[in-house]
Nanobody
Framework: VQLQASGGGLVQPGGSLSLSCSASGLMFSIYTVGWYRQAPGKQRELVAAITSGGNTNYIDSVKGRFTISRDNAKNTLYLQMNSLSPEDTAVYYC?????WGQGTQVTVSS
């Protein structure tokens, strides 16, 4: 099983980033998948999740700004992040079932 996350980087406040997580070695389509983040000195928190049926949920602080989606044909999970603020700075991790990706750094700074 391998999860490969990409798309992090440095962006100015108000900007956008798109994360992706490509999975292999598992039946991606049957799992609930999601994105967690961990900021320095803070606990890892669930940002967004999407079930196999396409139902989504988000942490309150990102509602209306982030969109989670999945493409089961490509075994890929996405997170579109808009109107980013410095409070969104963290390492973002994808999760498929109970398998974790390696994390990708998102830094929001002017």
């Amino acid at each position: 099983v391998q999860l490969q996350a990409s798309g992090g980087g440095l962006v100015q406040p108000g900007g956008s980033l798109s994360l992706s997580c490509s999975a292999s070695g598992l039946m991606f389509s049957i799992y609930t998948v999601g994105w967690y983040r961990q900021a320095p000195g803070k606990q890892r928190e669930l940002v967004a999740a999407i079930t196999s049926g396409g139902n989504t949920n988000y942490i309150d602080s990102v509602k209306g700004r982030f969109t989670i989606s999945r493409d089961n044909a490509k075994n890929t999970l996405y997170l579109q992040m808009n109107s980013l603020s410095p409070e969104d700075t963290a390492v973002y991790y994808c999760i498929v079932g109970t398998k974790w990706g390696q994390g990708t750094q998102v830094t929001v700074s002017s």
